[in-house]
């Protein structure tokens, strides 16, 4: 495979530039899917997909070897309202590339794709790679690295490329949406008749506000739950009977989301259920060779408020990545050309430091 790093470099801005031009909406990503794909197969890239997750290992794959997960993903959201320029557009001004999904994540994604390449037929390595360019990540989708992963070799960890200005995120929240209830009595509310659920709700909505867990995350601080909806009565003459409001947990690393779940039914009188208890919080530890060898590079540690396909991995995994988050998700979004080339040669120094 080409060595040259600035024949890399010039491949990934033209992948990039491609991607962008494929509308790639989370559920919506066969095209860049099947763009990836071919862009491996011109390599002499054998690979594979699993929906529209796109899935390639290093040439000298050895089962009896730990496994390293290179993974970002390639759909996007949908454009922010206040975009100027067109979105599906691969638009160079200012040393800057425009463009939906430039900065999340495709700019971590092709200086991934570079950094396997530049390793692929490396001989005595000593972990095997596996690349994941996964589908569904802006929506946590169930077919997206959720389900690649059932399918490739178990990892021992992974590098999830996600711009983070290539700092080191070594924990990342989790995420619970919980959904109470608050029972009553219905009655008039002309006469001493019922039992206002809504009194009820204000009881436990004052202890989500103010309750505190025990445990608090060095990176993370500690978990933050918000109620944000609320919905009770019919009429102005009726006690309601139920009251419905919505939790929003944002969960950390020294708690499992099952685990918050049981202190929280523990002590509120609603009936709670989540959404959902599979985006989990993560971390890696400050010891693991691959955060030892970023933090010798001069790279900073952080806990990220914002989750990506960590919550969704079984192992342990750093999120980093050329281009910043601030910029995710925004109208006229955009990486600088020169982060693209600082993330490939990051990436490659960094991997080199454990696979060597």
Avoid at 179 to 197: F, K, L, P, W, Y
Avoid at 206 to 232: D, Q, R
Avoid at 254 to 283: G, W
Avoid at 306 to 313: F, G, H, I, P, Y
Wanted: proline share 5%.
């Amino acid at each position: 495979m080409n060595k040259n790093i600035d024949q890399l470099i010039e491949d990934s801005k033209s992948l990039l530039a491609q991607l962008i031009e494929i509308p790639s909406f989370s559920r919506e990503e066969e095209q860049t899917a099947d763009c990836i794909s071919s862009f491996l197969i011109e390599r002499g890239i054998s690979n594979n997909q699993v929906g529209n997750n796109v899935i390639a290992y290093n040439t000298h794959f050895d089962p009896s070897k730990p496994t390293i997960l290179l993974n970002s993903h390639h759909d996007t959201v949908k454009p922010n309202p206040g975009y100027t320029k067109d979105p599906f557009k691969a638009i160079i001004e200012d040393n800057k590339l425009y463009g939906l999904g430039s900065n999340d994540a495709g700019g971590c994604l092709v200086s991934l794709i570079a950094t396997f390449l530049y390793y692929f037929n490396d001989e005595n390595l000593a972990y095997n790679i596996c690349l994941i360019a996964s589908a569904e990540e802006e929506v946590s989708g169930k077919n997206g690295i959720e389900e690649a992963y059932k399918h490739v070799h178990p990892c021992d960890f992974a590098i999830v490329g996600e711009p983070t200005l290539l700092d080191l995120a070594v924990a990342e929240k989790g995420l619970m949406v919980l959904d109470c209830t608050a029972q009553g009595e219905s009655g008039h509310a002309a006469r001493e008749e019922g039992v206002n659920a809504i009194y009820k709700a204000i009881e436990d909505i004052n202890w989500f506000n103010t309750y505190k867990f025990s445990k608090e995350s060095e990176f993370l601080g500690p978990v933050k739950m918000s109620v944000t909806v609320i919905n009770a009565g019919s009429q102005h003459n009726v006690v309601p009977a139920e009251c419905n409001f919505v939790v929003d947990v944002r969960t950390t690393d020294v708690y499992s989301n099952i685990e918050v779940l049981d202190i929280i039914q523990t002590h509120v009188k609603s009936d709670v259920k989540a959404r959902s208890t599979r985006l989990n919080p993560s971390t890696i530890p400050v010891e693991h060779p691959i955060v030892q060898a970023g933090l010798s590079m001069g790279k900073k540690m952080y806990g990220s408020p914002t989750m990506s396909d960590q919550a969704l991995l079984p192992i342990p995994s750093i999120k980093v990545g050329p281009g910043d988050s601030a910029r995710s998700h925004t109208a006229d979004e955009f990486i600088y050309l020169k982060e693209i080339e600082e993330g490939i040669k990051f990436y490659i120094e960094l991997l080199g430091k454990v696979l060597k």
